[in-house]
């Protein structure tokens, strides 16, 4: 069963910076697409970047984290990587991480396998 596990979230002050991680276990994450998720209080989770497992590695963004969002993954590491800048107070959710069944701009990155526990993000002064 696919199962990743999140971590690097915590409190930040509106502009700075955060680098979530995803790791993956027990199965060859080189072969899965891998979506960002993140479920703000009271809200539904929404999928908000993600990365393809081709040579080239495409990624998509949402509007609300474009250009201030950054995926990345390392295959010899089995990573995915979603390095966060300019952090806003919207922008504070609980974050995960999961194997996709399409990355681009589809309404929905399609997650499959269970949820992990999420990283909790807080960007509050």
């Known amino acids: 069963q696919v199962q990743l596990v999140e971590s690097g979230g915590g409190l930040v002050q509106p502009g700075g910076s955060l680098r979530l991680s995803c790791a993956a276990s027990?199965?060859?994450?080189?072969?899965?697409?891998v979506g960002w998720f993140r479920q703000p209080p009271g809200k539904e989770r929404e999928g908000i970047s993600c990365?393809?497992?081709?040579?080239?590695?495409?990624?998509h963004y949402r509007d609300s984290v474009k250009g201030r969002f950054t995926i990345s993954r390392d295959n010899a590491k089995n990573t995915v990587y979603l390095q966060m800048n300019s952090l806003k107070p919207e922008d504070t959710a609980v974050y995960y991480c999961?194997?996709?069944?399409?990355?681009?701009?589809?309404?929905?990155?399609?997650?499959?396998?269970?949820w992990g526990q999420g990283t909790q993000v807080t960007v509050s002064s």
């Open positions: 990365i393809s497992n081709t040579v080239g590695s495409s990624t």
């Open positions: 027990e199965f060859t994450f080189a072969d899965y697409r």
């Open positions: 999961a194997a996709v069944l399409r990355c681009g701009s589809f309404s929905d990155y399609g997650p499959f396998g269970s």
